[in-house]
């Protein structure tokens, strides 16, 4: 089970898979993330790839809040119902469509989402409308919650693994795409409704207006954190979730995500440090883009108070190695 949210601190994006991100790791400086995981003990270690679709964070994340299936499993990768966990109606399948800009290379189309569009509701509102009524005859309802996010319910969006937005911005969509094997009909009727945004948008005002202004055109949307929740689920407050290392990594902007380290480890990582120091139950998840480790306070008996003093004694590893296997 998870610790309340007020001692739990959650750290998406801790470490990246980019080489540069690699090679800038032993150049961190982190002396209060070193020192508490020097007060911590390793409690759980979710291992994973790179290329699952749902990233390490949102694994935990879910179990933090306990968003778990009716028998206490977790959701399989890229199942997570993240639409249905904010919804009155959890029960009912639903999903976030994403506007998007497609980046077509020589070899790759690159997604880059709408908040790396600087997307408004003036440009985004009027896509919408247009895709609503085309998402009606299919059996979606689409209800528009601002610029770069749009909701979806309907029956096609049950039993649909699909990428987060935190896996395939910026990157190649081919690696990515919705697996719809649960559920093939509703795959073909998706692909079927992003092929006929792509040719909607394209021919919208909205993507002449873009351009005139020199800013990416919408040309399409991604769906993310679809599915239902088979039970009723009371689900826990979340944890603290800083977001600096998460903006700066999706941007590979690792000078701002080493800028975004110094500024966690002299803030929330030092009052963690403080209250694990005080003797309060802290849990601390360093999350990167293959695995996910849980560490929580080690027991204040007398065998572990000896078992800091020789970890006193030998050292305490830098914080970077820690973060280089995730």
Known sequence: MASEPASHLLVPFASASDPACRAALPGLQLPRLTALLAELQPAYTDTGTEHS???PHERALAEAIGLLRADGSAYGDGLIP????????PHVPQAWFTPCHFQVGMEQVTLL?????????EHARPLFDALATYGAEDGIALRYESATRWHASG???????????????GRSVEAWMT???ANPAGGLLLKRLQSEAQML????AAHDAREALRLHPVNGFWVSGAGAIDHPTPLRPAPTLPDGLR???LQADWTAWQQAWIALDAGEIAQWLERARRGEPVTLT????????????APRGAGARIGRLFKNLLGNAPAWKTLETL
């Not at 029956?155 to 911005?169: F, K, P, Y």
């Open 179 to 181: 697996d719809s094997a």
């Open 155 to 169: 029956e096609v969006l049950r039993g649909i693994a699909c990428a987060s937005l935190d896996r395939v911005g």
């Open 286 to 297: 360093l999350c990167g883009e293959r695995a996910a480790q849980r560490f929580t306070n």
């Open 201 to 204: 948008f394209y021919t919208h």
């Open 247 to 249: 903006q700066a990594a």
């Open 82 to 89: 993240w639409a249905a966990a904010a919804s009155t109606e």
């Open 53 to 55: 679709l749902s990233a």
């Open 113 to 121: 989402p709408g908040e790396q569009l600087g997307l408004s509701d």
